[in-house]
C-alpha cells in the first residue's frame, strides 16, 4: 500500500504562484511513475503532469506546459507541482497519484493505483 497527502491548495489570485506538495509513505517501492491530476467541478478528471521515477522524464498536458513543473525529492518522498502564471480556468481539486507499473500513459488516470484525498486550488481573476 501506498499512502498519498497533498497541500498546499488555496485561493490565489489571477497570475500568482503557488506550489503544491505530496507527501508519500509505505510500500513506495513498486511505484513507477508519480502525476498530479485535477479535477474542476462539473468537468472530467484531468491528467496534469506526470514524472518517472527511474529517468525523471517528465509529461504536460498542452494547457500547463511551460507554467507547472512537477518534481520530486526523493529523500523526503515528497512530490511536488510548482505551479505559475495561474489562471482561472487552473481553478480545480488537484490529487497525486502513483503508478505501479511503467506506463506509456503517464497523463491516463486508469494507469494509476493509488490516490490521495486532493488539494483544492482556486484562481479568482
Known amino acids: 500500500q501506498v499512502q498519498l497527502v497533498e497541500s498546499g491548495g488555496e485561493s490565489v489570485q489571477a497570475g500568482g504562484s503557488r506550489r503544491l506538495s505530496c507527501a508519500v509513505s509505505?510500500?513506495?517501492?513498486?511505484?513507477?511513475?508519480m502525476g498530479w491530476f485535477r479535477q474542476a467541478p462539473g468537468k472530467e478528471r484531468e491528467g496534469v503532469a506526470a514524472?518517472?521515477?527511474?529517468?525523471?522524464?517528465?509529461y504536460y498536458t498542452e494547457s500547463v506546459r511551460g507554467r507547472f513543473t512537477i518534481s520530486r525529492d526523493s529523500a523526503k518522498n515528497t512530490l511536488f507541482l510548482q505551479m505559475s502564471r495561474l489562471k482561472p480556468e487552473d481553478t480545480a481539486m488537484y490529487s497525486c497519484?502513483?503508478?505501479?507499473?511503467?506506463?506509456?500513459?503517464?497523463?491516463?488516470?486508469?494507469?494509476?493505483?493509488?490516490w490521495g484525498q486532493g488539494t483544492q486550488v482556486t484562481v479568482s481573476s
Open positions: 497519484a502513483a503508478a505501479t507499473e511503467r506506463t506509456a500513459y503517464a497523463l491516463r488516470s486508469n494507469s494509476y493505483t493509488y
Open positions: 514524472i518517472y521515477l527511474d529517468n525523471g522524464g517528465t
Open positions: 509505505g510500500k513506495t517501492g513498486g511505484t513507477y511513475v
